[in-house]
């Protein structure tokens, strides 16, 4: 939820500066703020005068920061250009933070950011309280809002020669994004630094809300005409049953609303008006801003921004729901495409047949699908947890969103957490949360994913990756249905639908005791293998969707060879794979009708030729048992296809897939001299697969498996 508007923001002159306050008080709470800060640092144990920790986290863990926060990092950008145009040769930088106060990236005069650097004001340094006391962007982060450190006021003395302002950044539901901030030398500072960096962050904001909600009718509106169309406006998005979804901070301004309040209403109760007449309004010939009245009487003036519906894709939805957390924006959309965005519209045009939406996107042609889809309808909607195991790509999570979409919690939040992809000391506080400053940031923390799926899905990709402690805390929230965020004290009530997913064998990792079996039991309600791509039936019609997501208006056929070619291979990589090849194919085809081999990437065709037909598992006929006779998901990772030269495919093409795995694992283990490094390497599959299938053949290949023969 955004924070309520702060009546405390002020703009403050810097100790020593000529500028009188900007209103009468701004003085007395600006020094509070500093004093208590202060206080902070001191009960922290910071000392004012010894030299404060300057190492930079590692670079793979810098990495890893600005690949999580590379969403933010996309949409402050072009900010952060824009405002160091207005501030360059004046001995300042911009900086800008993730939400724990660790340096993403950096702007700035290069003579004031060598001087920067001796104080780890750089990319990889923290600048959170507990690591460099009272500053700009630690305090701005503790206290949740706009905050200017000037020359002394900063608690360490290495620090005084700054002058800082800082801005928060929020996302629409009021989670910390992270910080903006303007330092400079403090003799340069200038009263209208501030002013720049809170505008630069509602910038940022703005640009976030306009991408979480690019196929929604958006409304823009101000009090004076003029303004609509400048930072000063106000955003609201409406759903297609006519209830806000969200608004922008200068939109809770302007109605003196808090986010959730507002999210209570609907276009009628908040503007009174409804979808129809907006889109009648909208529709005709350059139209002029509607004057609307606010709940309170207020009169503004609204503009209409309608986007129109992304495209679909070959498992429906739109192109921001596959990439939650994404990097695309919508461009604005002319009024032409009015029509098309509003729900319900009507008019002298053809209506456009809607795409199958829920479960129905997901109904291919395959059985196995079918099968699976039959299965989950029949429990929808009565808390049964859903695990879904299969390979890696083979589209689990889109499977989750749909799932998502069928129920009653549709218009509730979707909230997927990749637990691989977490540091193993983020885990607990990504899903549970933090509060009362228990990660040494801020005072209010962060909002957890199991609170922010509240009445919605919860999505957990790879929950085999989760650590034992975290396991018992997740098995305490499903059986308690309330969460304790770290360092607080009263558990937070949630109601939920979980969705699991796994390419490990729970069951192994059971037997292996890294992996609940009481925690394996309340999640496995409902078990659903999904099948790689290489054992589905529906391979052409899966082609052909993707191609007509990626050329909506003229999309290319696929001929006859190189559908021939995607039979043959056993696509390791799963439908991801498949459609990474067709969106190159899809670029290079360009006004090509056909899509022929030369629009297939070279490394593409090198693996189709290292792989012969022999080896390419064959599709499973049709019928509901499919699914059941699926293989078991792998242990760890899952494994590629076996490779081998050209020049065996005609000897192997009556074995058996096993017979031939054997053959060729003894050559090469025997080309290596029993190196499995080396065996590995030259198989394209990992040491432990090799270990897996080294057991597996012994009984019928003169192999000794025993690791200690092998190198």
Known sequence: MLPAPRRRDVAIAPYGGNELPARVGARAVHDELIEQSHQRCAALGLSRIEHPDHSPMLRSDLSIARERNQRLSTHAAPVMEMLFEQIVNTESMIV???????????????????????????????????????????????????????????????????TCSAAPIF???????????????????????????????????????????????????????????????????????????????????????????????????????????????????????????GPGGQQFHVDARLSPAARPTFFGGSR??????????????????????????????????????????????????????????????HDIPLLLLGETGTGKELFARAVHQESQRARQPFVAVKLSALPLSQIDIELFGCLDNADGARRKGTTGRIVQANGGTLFLDEIGALPADVQLRLLGVLQDRCVTPLGGQHPIAVDLAIVCASRRDLRHMIQAQTFREDLYYRLNGLVLRLPALRERSDLRLLTQRILQHESPHAPPEISPSVMDMFRRYAWPGNVRQLANVLRTAALMCADE???????????????????????????????????????????????????????????????????????????????????????????????????????????????????????
């Open 96 to 162: 800008l933070t993730d939400a724990t106060g660790t340096i993403l990236y950096s702007v700035g005069d290069h003579d004031f950011l060598a001087r920067a650097d001796k104080v780890a004001l750089a990319p990889g340094a923290n600048w959170a309280e507990h690591s460099k006391g009272t500053n700009a962007i630690g305090t701005a982060l503790f206290e949740e809002r706009e905050t200017l450190v000037h020359g002394g006021e900063h608690f360490m003395h290495a620090n005084s020669f700054l």
């Open 320 to 381: 921001s729901e596959l990439h939650a957390g994404g990097t695309q924006t919508a461009a604005a959309p002319t009024r032409g495409a009015a029509k098309a965005a509003l729900p319900g519209a009507v008019g002298d045009a053809a209506v456009e047949v809607p795409a199958p939406n829920g479960l129905n996107v997901l109904l291919t042609g395959d059985a196995q699908i079918a099968a699976a889809v039959g299965k989950v309808r029949r429990t929808l909607n």
């Open 593 to 711: 009708r056909l899509v022929t081999e030369a629009h297939l990437s070279d490394d593409f065709l090198e693996d189709v030729g290292r792989v012969p037909p022999a080896l390419c598992a064959t599709r499973p006929p049709s019928g509901t048992q499919a699914l059941s006779q699926a293989p078991e998901a792998p242990a760890s990772e899952p494994e590629p296809a076996v490779t081998v030269p050209l020049s065996t495919s005609g000897a192997v093409a009556d074995a058996t897939l096993e017979a031939v795995e054997g053959r060729l694992i003894q050559d090469v283990m025997a080309q290596v001299d029993g190196n499995i490094s080396a065996a590995a390497k030259r198989l394209g599959i990992s040491r432990n697969t090799v270990y897996r299938k080294l057991r597996r053949l012994a009984s019928t290949i003169d192999i000794n498996p025993n690791p200690r023969t092998l190198r």
């Open 171 to 293: 996302d629409p539901r009021g989670n910390m994004l992270g910080v903006l901030d303007v330092t400079g030398d403090q003799h340069s500072y200038h009263r209208h630094t501030m002013g720049l960096v809170r505008m630069s962050a509602r910038m940022i904001e703005n640009h976030w809300l306009s991408d979480d909600y690019a196929n929604r009718l958006r409304l823009h509106f101000h009090s004076r005409v003029e303004f609509i169309g400048t930072l000063l406006e106000g955003i609201v998005v409406v759903g297609a049953d006519g209830r806000i979804l969200g608004a922008n901070r200068s939109a809770l301004d302007q109605l003196s609303s808090g986010a959730m309040q507002l999210r209570a209403h609907t276009l009628t109760s908040l503007f009174g008006t409804t979808i129809a007449a907006v889109y009648d309004h909208f529709h005709t010939p350059l139209p002029m801003p509607m004057r609307l009245a």
